[in-house]
């Protein structure tokens, strides 16, 4: 096994990754996304093609002046000379030296079938166009690297033009000979196999870079590490062409807690969670909350029987301490809970349980039957927490009594349409009717029963709606289907989210809606 010291994690995020449909960095965006890969401690920043992307020329111009890494340092990457021209007259090669990176990746053909049928010139031609290109460059005092594309295809058709690529580019001065899973095809064991082959064949630095069509990226960048790269390639939250690459925080996961290679400083790898994040925002693509290491969900814990482990000791259900990458652990409580999960859910909202067995229990059995009715409390944390504390023996009493609610919806011969709604309610004995208005009746009820609380509770001035969803949760034949709402609210501060199900669309909102205004005047 390699040790640290000889080990590049590079990333190419902002190469490869931007390869990935439906991605389109500004410029702006890719500085900012340099930076952050910066702070998780990464060797190598490939930030893009000079000279192929207009964008990608003015990012390497920019980056001289804006960007100061303080770990990793700034890769331009490009392709080999043509075939058949000096390669001093190759603008694409003189756009890597404008771009005035002290490291260039080159990507090589080294698959015959590529070289004839893609390059459509000769195996010797190919060699020297690998020759010329590597020498060049560090004749210019670039540090190279060659990504050796194809190369486990061509291993496969043809073991040894791909060695000779390798060995020309060393001969050459290129200090990493990277070993590439285009195609994204391989299966670790394969990958393992070539890997220790081709090391034996080999004197030089190799590296790896995995396309993930086979699912295995991760899993096959690890094995060409167990079998002696000490150079590994992935791009940010797996972002790449097709089905992506690499995720690059899944490598930095594994290979330091997993393979004790500490290959970032360790005071970078508390950031990946945040940078993971971060960088998905810059994207514009919502984190895959079931991300390995980084996701919302990687330490978020739902079974009855995984929490009562949980609660003698955390590390009886989690493979690692979410700390060390920055996430946290947290408990679900749905029908699948049990005791335990109530009394860690309780820990986490900051109720102490303890010698409280009779209302850890009918929590659990009202959370049960509540689901089983199509309430759903993993996403309503405040409205779980608002019926755990109404167990509780000293529980506050309601904020109001209602009375009555109405609401209506008019549409207006002109088109526009209007929503009123009444409520009648009793707060400390004196009875308040308030009437709002609204562009649709919950809105409409939000404003009216704010405002027949906000002179008793002056908190909810500060309250407003952040967002609301409705599910559907199954017709009944002839007589309708039971609907799930889901209210997000928020001071402006800090956000919560309530749920109500009922019948009737209105109704479920209300319930989500008394909830998010107890919670408001109870928590906030
Ligand atoms: C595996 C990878 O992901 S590598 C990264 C791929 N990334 C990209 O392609 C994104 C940026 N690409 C581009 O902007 C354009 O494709 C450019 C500017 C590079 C080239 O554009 P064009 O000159 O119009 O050529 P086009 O894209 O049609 O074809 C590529 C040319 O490069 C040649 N080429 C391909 N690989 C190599 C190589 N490793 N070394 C030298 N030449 C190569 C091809 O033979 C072809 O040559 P031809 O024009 O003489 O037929
Ligand atoms: C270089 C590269 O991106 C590949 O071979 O997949």
Redesign the pocket.
């Known amino acids: 096994m390699p040790t640290s010291t000889d080990f590049h994690v590079f990333d190419t995020t902002l190469r ?1 990754g931007a ?1 990935r449909e439906g991605v389109s960095y500004s410029v702006a965006d890719k500085l900012a996304v340099a930076r952050l890969l910066d702070e998780i401690g990464v060797g190598f920043i490939e930030g893009g ?1 000079p000279g ?2 207009p964008k990608d020329t003015e990012f390497f111009a920019r980056a001289r002046t804006e960007l100061k890494l303080r770990h990793a340092q700034l890769v331009a990457f490009g ?5 058949g021209v000096r390669v001093e007259d190759d603008p ?1 090669v003189r756009a890597l030296l404008d771009a005035e990176t002290p490291v260039v990746c080159l ?3 080294s698959d015959v079938r590529h070289v004839r049928e ?3 010139t000769t195996l010797e031609e190919n060699l020297a ?1 690998v020759r010329d290109t590597v020498a060049f460059l560090v004749g210019h005092g670039r540090r190279v690297f060659v990504d050796c ?1 194809h190369f486990f295809d061509g291993y496969a058709a043809d073991p040894d033009h791909g060695v000779e690529v390798l060995r020309t580019a060393f001969a050459a001065g290129a200090e990493v000979g990277v070993l ?1 899973d ?1 195609n994204g095809g391989m299966l670790p064991m394969g990958v393992g196999r070539v890997v220790a082959d081709v090391r034996a064949r080999v004197e030089g630095k190799l590296g790896i870079h995995c396309q993930d069509d086979t699912g295995c990226a991760v899993a096959n960048s690890l094995a060409a590490v167990e079998a002696g790269v000490t150079h590994v390639q992935g791009t940010a939250n797996g972002y790449g ?1 097709r089905a992506g690459n690499a995720d690059t925080f899944s490598l930095i996961g594994n290979l330091v807690t997993k393979m004790d290679l500490p290959v970032v400083p360790a005071e970078c790898l508390p950031e990946l969670q945040r940078v993971s994040h971060a960088i998905a925002e810059l994207a514009n693509i919502a984190p895959d909350d079931h991300q390995p290491f980084v996701g919302a969900s990687a330490f978020a814990h739902k079974a009855g029987l995984h929490a009562s482990a949980i609660k003698v000791s955390p590390e009886l259900y989690n493979h690692l301490d979410p700390a060390v990458v920055g996430n946290d652990m947290r408990i679900l409580v749905t029908e699948m809970a049990g005791r335990a999960s109530v009394e860690l859910k309780g820990r986490e909202l900051g109720v102490d349980l303890d010698g409280h067995a009779d209302v850890i229990g009918r929590v659990v059995d009202r959370v049960k039957v509540l689901e089983a009715d199509g309430w759903s409390f993993e996403a309503a944390d405040a409205s779980f927490e608002l019926l755990l504390r109404a167990e509780l023996p000293d529980a506050p009493p309601p904020l109001f009594e209602l009375e009555s609610y109405r609401t209506s919806v008019e549409h207006w011969g002109n088109g526009d349409v209007v929503s009123e709604a009444t409520v009648k309610v009793h707060v400390d004995g004196e009875r308040i009717i308030s009437t709002g208005e609204g562009n649709g009746p919950v809105n409409a009820l939000d404003n009216a029963l704010r405002q027949a609380l906000v002179s008793r509770y002056p908190q909810l001035a500060d309250v407003s709606l952040a967002d609301y969803k409705v599910r559907i949760l199954g017709w009944k034949g002839g007589s309708g289907a039971t609907t799930r709402v889901l209210i997000d609210s928020t001071d402006g501060v800090g956000e919560w989210t309530t749920v109500g199900v009922h019948d009737n669309i209105v109704e479920a909102s209300w319930h989500a809606l008394v909830d998010a205004l107890t919670y408001a005047v109870r928590n906030r």
């Open positions: 490869d390869q093609w192929a992307l392709s080999t000379r043509k075939a694409q990507v090589a053909k893609a390059l459509r166009m594309e590439c285009t062409e």
